[in-house]
């Protein structure tokens, strides 16, 4: 499953396969960037960060890619499982400021 | 524990009301964040703390909103005159340094003013 365009606020995806999420920030001179989830009823959770020198990063069935031409900011997940249902937020900072900003989030449910 | 604590989870208050949330940083962290987010909303900065220095207050919606943080540890946030429009959850965040670095999340305290 995957979210295209600038932002959607769900996504729906089929246990297994893989979910493409995106996120257009709003500042070019932005060089630190944040994905984070967060479950009902917790804050959020720290997924995967990168910086600016990097196009691309990956965690443990995470992978973050950074297109600075376009502003966009992508967070695919490998073989979505159900505990990867949540609010997915992207954050962006800018050098040397201490603030991150938050998108709006997009919400994500795994069909099983 | 390891992580930020807030307390309490969750508040309900009567409009017009005084209210006080807590939040216990990760030791050693000197950066302190509260952010606010409203149903189905995005984090919202409030205020900021690092170190000894002054706080970052451009975030607050009204001077009915204040912060402490005391010997550089546990913040407390408070709101007088509470206001319908104050409920939301509210998130403090510490990271170790104050730029370009992971920040860890409190679970929140839900406030809900009636």
């Known amino acids: 499953g995957e979210s295209v365009g600038l932002h959607l606020p769900t996504l729906s995806v089929q246990e297994g396969d893989n979910s493409i999420i995106n996120c257009a920030y709003s500042n070019s001179a932005s060089d630190y960037f944040i994905w984070y989830k967060q479950e009902s009823g917790k804050g959020p959770q720290f997924i995967i960060d990168i910086r600016s020198n990097m196009d691309k990063r990956q965690g443990q069935r995470v992978t973050v890619l950074l297109n600075k031409t376009v502003k966009h900011l992508s967070l695919q997940i490998a073989a979505t499982q159900p505990g990867d249902s949540a609010v997915y937020f992207c954050a962006e900072n800018l050098p040397n400021d201490y603030k991150l900003s938050f998108g709006a989030g997009t919400t994500v449910t795994v069909r099983a | 524990g390891a992580g930020v604590s807030q307390s309490p989870s969750n508040k309900v208050t009567e409009k017009g009301k005084d209210v006080e949330l807590r939040c216990d940083p990760i030791s050693g962290h000197t950066a302190l964040y509260w952010y606010r987010q409203s149903l189905g909303q995005g984090l919202e900065f409030l205020i900021y703390f690092q170190g000894n220095s002054a706080p970052d207050k451009s975030g607050l919606p009204s001077d009915r909103f204040s912060a402490e943080r005391t010997g550089g540890s546990v913040s407390t946030l408070t709101i007088q005159r509470t206001q319908q429009e104050d409920s939301a959850v509210y998130l403090c965040?510490?990271?170790?340094?104050?730029?370009?670095?992971?920040?860890?999340f409190g679970q929140g305290t839900r406030l809900t003013v009636v």
């Open positions: 965040a510490s990271s170790p340094t104050d730029m370009n670095t992971e920040a860890f």
